[in-house]
């Protein structure tokens, strides 16, 4: 089982990073937290399929706690562009920073979506990856 969960988190990992740079290309200069974001989150998520493919237990840990922090951390920030476009909807001719704004929302969602996912695949597996590795 240690090895499909590791296939996991190099899915999550290189997920991460597209995120990363799709949200740079569509946005420009105003994504540079969800390049920061993508990029440490998808080196470290890769990292721990790495690992944890090696048979290594502190690979799984990593992996699951990343997954774990980055579903608090995605879900604030995706909440608070929720908030911010739909203050921007409310204002009349704001189309410019209301599809920046809409599409930031959408790209921190489905990085949510899929940290959310790893989280709870790995919290269900956790006891048979723990015990198959060392």
């Known amino acids: ?19 990363g740079v ?27 399929g790495h690992f944890l493919n090696r048979g290594k237990r502190w ?3 990593l992996g699951a706690i990343e997954a774990g922090l980055l579903t608090l951390v995605l879900g604030w920030r995706s909440a608070t562009y929720f908030s911010r476009l739909l ?19 959408l790209l921190t969602t489905a990085m949510l979506v ?7 695949v790995s919290v269900m597996f956790a006891k048979q990856v723990l015990s198959e590795t060392k």
């Open 87 to 105: 203050g921007l909807i409310q204002q009349p001719l704001a189309t410019e920073n209301t599809e920046t704004a809409g599409m930031a929302f």
């Open 1 to 19: 089982m240690h090895k499909n969960i590791s296939y996991l988190f190099a899915f999550f990992g290189f997920f991460m990073l597209g995120c």
């Open 22 to 48: 799709v949200a740079v290309d569509l946005a420009g200069e105003q994504a540079m937290t969800a390049l920061i974001t993508g990029a440490v989150g998808g080196l470290i998520g890769l990292t721990a």
């Open 114 to 120: 899929i940290a959310l996912l790893t989280f709870t």
């Open 59 to 61: 690979g799984f840990v």
